[in-house]
């Protein structure tokens, strides 16, 4: 099944030691069956500033993703640091990631306007940009 | 400046996920200055309201800052959510079922607020990240 680990760990932003380890099984929504479906690890090159919408929101009249259970996984794969993402999910901006940054989330499609979307630090760059979604259901690539 | 490190691997063995097993790895340096530590906050409210637990108070910190949420309730149907107390509609931005965690970026000019789909789960949290 799947499965997602996390660690975070720093010897020096306090005065004593921080180590969290967690694991969590990926399930599907209300449920310990564990989720079955991947678009995979996909691999894209921002070139313009524009927002570029990766995951859609599904339409409520479809009853197809709304609240199933989905995991995000978003990586700026660029190496130069000044570059960034800014990632935006239902139209607020959730925050920027920058060259080698990762997030990952639970993605519910909560309501039909929850598409997650990345826009590059600028244009005439050529920002890759690495993400994977392991859900439910259906949903719109 | 001190260093804090983000892993994160997701795995699947062959023939779950995908017919071949599935191992990621990553990991990311985060410099920060400060931290509000690591707090387990019972979440109080069962929806959006003025009174709902604050997870990120905007402005407290400045961008870039990152976010760690940890939903320690072990039934998955035990949701919270996380959502924007700053937009008018209050969406929310995430729903993390009983066991699942969160890593992300923050934007600084948010309030993010809690509820539970039933009071009193325990949401663990931490920002690190440089204070504003």
Same mark, same amino acid.
């Given at each position: 099944?799947?499965?997602?680990?996390?660690?975070?760990?720093?010897?020096?932003? /306090?005065?004593?030691?921080?180590?969290? !380890?967690?694991?969590?099984?990926?399930?599907?929504?209300?449920? +310990?069956?564990?989720?079955?479906?991947?678009?995979?690890?996909?691999?894209?090159?921002?070139?313009?500033? !524009? /927002?570029?919408?990766?995951?859609? /929101?599904?339409? =409520? /009249?479809?009853?197809?993703?709304?609240?199933?259970? =989905?995991?995000?996984?978003?990586?700026?794969? !660029?190496?130069? +640091? +000044?570059?960034?993402?800014?990632?935006?999910?239902?139209?607020?901006?959730?925050?920027?990631?920058?060259?080698?940054?990762?997030?990952?989330?639970?993605? !519910?499609?909560?309501? +039909?306007?929850?598409?997650?979307?990345?826009?590059?630090?600028?244009?005439?760059?050529?920002?890759?940009?690495?993400?994977?979604?392991?859900?439910?259901?259906?949903?719109?690539? | 400046?001190? &260093?804090?490190?983000?892993?994160?691997?997701? &795995?699947?063995?062959?023939?779950?996920?995908?017919?071949?097993?599935?191992?990621?790895?990553?990991?990311?340096?985060?410099?920060?200055? $400060?931290?509000?530590?690591?707090?387990?906050?019972?979440?109080?409210?069962?929806?959006?309201?003025?009174?709902?637990?604050?997870?990120?108070?905007?402005?407290? #910190?400045?961008?870039?800052? #990152?976010?760690?949420?940890?939903?320690?309730?072990?039934?998955?149907? $035990?949701?919270?959510?996380? #959502?924007?107390? &700053? &937009?008018?509609?209050?969406?929310?931005?995430?729903?993390?079922?009983?066991?699942?965690?969160?890593?992300?970026?923050?934007?600084?000019?948010?309030?993010?607020?809690? #509820?539970?789909?039933?009071?009193?789960?325990?949401?663990?949290?931490?920002?690190?990240?440089?204070?504003?």
């Amino acid at each position: 099944m799947p499965t997602a680990s996390i660690t975070l760990t720093s010897a020096d932003i /306090a005065g004593d030691p921080v180590n969290v !380890s967690k694991t969590s099984t990926c399930y599907k929504a209300d449920s +310990t069956t564990p989720l079955d479906q991947t678009n995979g690890l996909q691999r894209l090159i921002l070139t313009t500033a !524009s /927002a570029k919408e990766i995951y859609t /929101a599904e339409n =409520a /009249a479809e009853g197809l993703g709304l609240n199933a259970n =989905a995991k995000v996984f978003i990586r700026n794969a !660029s190496t130069v +640091t +000044t570059e960034f993402i800014t990632v935006t999910i239902n139209a607020t901006v959730i925050g920027k990631l920058y060259a080698g940054q990762w997030l990952f989330m639970p993605w !519910s499609q909560n309501d +039909t306007a929850a598409d997650i979307k990345v826009t590059a630090s600028a244009a005439g760059k050529s920002m890759p940009i690495e993400h994977m979604l392991m859900h439910e259901g259906y949903f719109n690539a | 400046m001190a &260093t804090v490190t983000a892993g994160i691997t997701l &795995t699947s063995a062959a023939g779950d996920l995908l017919t071949d097993a599935l191992s990621l790895s990553d990991s990311t340096s985060v410099t920060a200055t $400060h931290t509000t530590g690591l707090a387990r906050t019972k979440i109080d409210k069962t929806a959006v309201h003025a009174d709902a637990d604050v997870i990120f108070t905007a402005s407290s #910190y400045a961008a870039p800052a #990152y976010l760690y949420l940890k939903n320690t309730q072990t039934t998955a149907s $035990h949701y919270i959510y996380i #959502y924007d107390g &700053t &937009t008018s509609g209050d969406p929310v931005l995430l729903k993390l079922a009983g066991g699942d965690f969160a890593f992300l970026p923050i934007n600084a000019g948010l309030t993010l607020k809690a #509820y539970g789909s039933t009071a009193d789960f325990i949401l663990e949290h931490t920002v690190f990240g440089t204070s504003a």
